[in-house]
Nanobody
Framework: VQLQASGGGLVQAGGSLRLSCSVS????????MGWFRQPPGKEREFVAA????????YYTDSLKGRFSISRDNANNRVYLQMNSLRPEDTAVYYC?????????????????????WGRGTELTVSS
């Protein structure tokens, strides 16, 4: 299983960006998918996730309304739309996959729920 996040870069505060995650070795529609991020000097933290089937999506409270996770089954990709970006959103972003299984809701917030993740993409938001 391979996951590759892309689409990061340098953005001004208030701007928008969409991250993309290319997945091979598993089908994004077959299990839960998530995004995590690791700010400089900090631990990896949960951003957003979606269950195997709609409508279940989950977000860190502070990101609700600004970030949106979606899935493109035809192209086997997962996206993270980020709006109204802030300097504190600066981080390396990773997409992660649950694989098999259908965890209960609270588990989607836990890094340990995702056995698959790949290289991240770096986002820098300037003030």
């Amino acid at each position: 299983v391979q996951l590759q996040a892309s689409g990061g870069g340098l953005v001004q505060a208030g701007g928008s960006l969409r991250l993309s995650c290319s997945v091979s070795g598993l089908t994004v529609s077959s299990g839960g998918m998530g995004w995590f991020r690791q700010p400089p000097g900090k631990e990896r933290e949960f951003v957003a996730a979606m269950r195997k089937s709609a409508p279940g999506t989950y977000y860190t409270d502070s990101l609700k309304g600004r970030f949106s996770i979606s899935r493109d089954n035809a192209n086997n990709r997962v996206y993270l739309q980020m709006n109204s970006l802030r300097p504190e959103d600066t981080a390396v972003y990773y997409c992660e996959a649950v694989g098999q299984g259908n965890p209960i809701s609270s588990y989607y917030f836990r890094p340990s729920t995702y056995p698959y993740w790949g290289r991240g993409t770096e986002l820098t938001v300037s003030s």
